[in-house]
């Protein structure tokens, strides 16, 4: 039978049909049946939806990208097996322009003397006390052997930092102006203005007082010191001592410069700045591993504490119920 709408189809020279829909029903109407499949050919749209010369299908909106569970929830975990102090030695001395190696040393109150913290790990688990090192001294690298002797530098430097050595020289706790840490932690307070204040509060100069080790090591007025005498043999002849103290955990840490490098870069403004800020970094992560093993052994013992509280109330619980079972059923209570 004839439709009862008419379709008006207009075929231009690119092919594209458009349909246009009319509900008038005079002589233009059309006899021709409804064909479905001519529509589905030639693409034509629907009079529901406004087409244009340049009609394209509009693409599906992209979906918003959903962030896993583990970047919405922060997790507290520590990174395994990476000690705080150990990673900000690293560091520090990855950003350190000149530096042989450092030395950590800590002021005890109660004894009134500089005690080293071991800054490494051996081979066999235990700690490396005294210089961690960067590089091999100059004087002390056998690739210099061309250019002088090294034999007494490279005994010298195993004495310092080889533990398996008959002579090795661990570093003891020494008193204010004995040795190389008692000599720069007595001169640390000629460039204070106030005392050493905390992190945030120093009034400590921002300079970097070098000093020559093997001028310490000969002067008569210096008190003889076995590992200053060899620290200035193995090559280890400029030193500086930056304190710090964090909360009353007083300190210093000890730089050992090259001496045959180049002074202006040792001693710029960045370099100055960055061996400052270690020093403070360095000093906090000491300070932070008392407070450590303090905060996890109290963990520890409440966590037992309640383990034990709970086994009480537990056995307690049992006693008493087969007390009440029994007398339930007639028995001995």
């Known amino acids: 039978r004839p439709l009862t709408r008419s379709l008006w189809i207009r075929h231009t020279s690119s092919k594209v049909l458009r349909i246009m829909d009319s509900t008038q029903g005079d002589g233009a109407a059309s006899s021709r049946p409804?064909?479905?499949?001519?529509?589905?050919?030639?693409?034509?749209?629907?009079?529901?939806?406004?087409?244009?010369?340049?009609?394209?299908p509009a693409p599906s909106p992209t979906p918003l990208p959903v962030a896993?569970?583990?970047?919405?929830?922060?997790?507290?975990?520590p990174v395994p097996d990476?000690?705080?102090?150990?990673?900000?030695?690293?560091?520090?001395?990855?950003?350190?322009?000149?530096i042989y190696g450092i030395e950590l040393w800590y002021f005890n109150e109660g004894s009134g003397k500089l005690e080293n913290?071991?800054?490494?790990?051996?081979?066999e688990g235990g700690t490396v006390e005294g210089l961690l090192l960067k590089r091999v001294t100059q004087d002390a690298d056998e690739i210099n052997r061309k250019y002088w002797n090294v034999d007494k530098p490279q005994e010298s430097f195993?004495?310092?930092?080889?533990?398996?050595?008959?002579?090795?020289?661990a570093p003891e706790p020494v008193g204010?102006?004995?040795?190389l840490p008692g000599a720069l932690w007595s001169e640390i307070g000629k460039y204070a203005t106030n005392g050493l204040n905390g992190i945030g509060h120093s009034n400590v100069s921002h300079d970097v007082h070098w000093r020559e080790v093997d001028e310490l090591a000969d002067?008569?007025?210096?008190?003889?010191?076995?590992?200053?005498?060899?620290?200035?043999?193995?090559?280890?002849?400029?030193?500086?001592?930056?304190?710090?103290?964090?909360?009353?955990?007083?300190?210093?840490v000890i730089y050992f410069a090259n001496p045959h490098g180049d002074f202006g870069h040792l001693n710029c403004d960045v370099n100055k700045q960055m061996i400052h800020h270690s020093s403070q970094m360095i000093g906090a992560a000491a300070a932070f591993r008392p407070a450590q093993?303090?905060?996890?052994?109290?963990?520890?013992?409440?966590?037992?504490?309640?383990?034990?509280?709970v086994k009480i109330k537990i056995l307690t619980i049992m006693r008493f119920g087969g007390s009440l079972r029994a007398k339930k059923n007639g028995g001995p209570q």
Not at 117 to 123: E, H, N, Y
């Open 68 to 77: 896993p569970s583990s970047a919405v929830e922060p997790t507290f975990e």
């Open 34 to 56: 409804f064909s479905s499949s001519l529509i589905s050919k030639k693409n034509i749209v629907s009079d529901s939806i406004p087409s244009t010369k340049n009609d394209a």
């Open 176 to 179: 204010p102006g004995c040795g």
């Open 219 to 252: 002067d008569p007025d210096q008190p003889y010191d076995d590992r200053l005498q060899h620290l200035a043999k193995a090559g280890f002849t400029r030193a500086a001592g930056l304190p710090f103290n964090v909360k009353n955990f007083r300190g210093m």
């Open 82 to 98: 990476v000690d705080i102090l150990t990673q900000t030695v690293a560091m520090s001395m990855k950003s350190l322009y000149g």
């Open 117 to 123: 913290i071991a800054l490494s790990d051996d081979i």
């Open 158 to 169: 195993k004495k310092l930092t080889d533990k398996s050595n008959k002579g090795y020289l």
């Open 293 to 309: 093993e303090a905060s996890e052994a109290y963990l520890q013992e409440k966590s037992h504490q309640t383990w034990r509280r």
